[in-house]
């Protein structure tokens, strides 16, 4: 009977995992089994019958001049995107660790709205500023339309509506750093930038590495911000390579070939972040 019992506790908490294991079936695991035969075929998305092609649509993302663009685009949105948030949501999180009381609590919360935003309602708010009130009082013209600004502009959008979350795993990165660090550099001299360099930076690795690694792999996914406020113009100015896959799949109908291009694109999301994720935590400095 003992041993019956123990076996029963066990099975019970496999059971609690079945649901999560089937929505990760249904939404994740069969989609992308599915995408993956897509991408060997000519299917246009539309009817049901389609070809095989084997390596066909691989080649001619290879060959393909319309791709060098968007994935420009993509690494310019990756690294304006994950450099400023990074520097920004530290910056914010040193502000906001350096008040106390009320006041730190406040600035928390308004720094953190943002992120409550969803990205296509901060593309139609940055959309009102550009167009409205950045026109009317500066007299600038709407960023969103000009070539040489729009991955700019929409950069800034991104970063007003993600830095919260950074901030707030930077700050608590920074509240577990023992203050006796600080103490017994201030007794060997060090100034403020010195503390910083010598001390925040080291023990704030493990915080880079969870926000370099989301930030970079998120930027590289750009999307629904940029298709909301441009759809990836002027002209392809701010078409990204997540949008290109789209614009395969739904306006070309060429679905066969879109996945293909998804397929290579998620790849190599995954070796580069986990190439950026390794990079960092070699570098992790243990308390």
Known sequence: ??????????MSKYVFLLPGLFFFAFAIAIPLLLGINIAFTDW??????YNYVGFENFIRMFSDKRILAPV????LFALFG????????????LLVNQKTGKWSNAAKILFFIPVCFSA???AFLWGFIYREVLSQILS??????????????ITIMGLWN????????????????????YEAAIVDGAGARQKFRHVTLPLLTPSFTVCITLTLTSWLREFAMTLSSTGGGPGGASRTISIYIFENLYRYNKAGYGQAISLVFVIALVLLGSAVSSFFRKREVEI
């Open 72 to 75: 420009r685009n993509t690494l």
């Open 82 to 93: 994950t450099a400023g948030n990074n520097v920004i949501s530290l910056g914010l999180a």
């Open 1 to 10: 009977m003992k041993k019956h019992g123990i076996h029963s506790r066990a």
């Open 162 to 181: 993600t830095c919260g979350i950074n901030m707030l795993i930077y700050l608590s990165g920074l509240k577990n750093i023992p203050s006796d660090l």
């Open 44 to 49: 246009n998305g539309i009817t049901k019958d």
């Open 120 to 122: 296509v309602l901060t």
């Open 140 to 153: 600038i013209k709407n960023l969103l339309g000009n070539r040489d600004w729009v991955i700019f502009a």
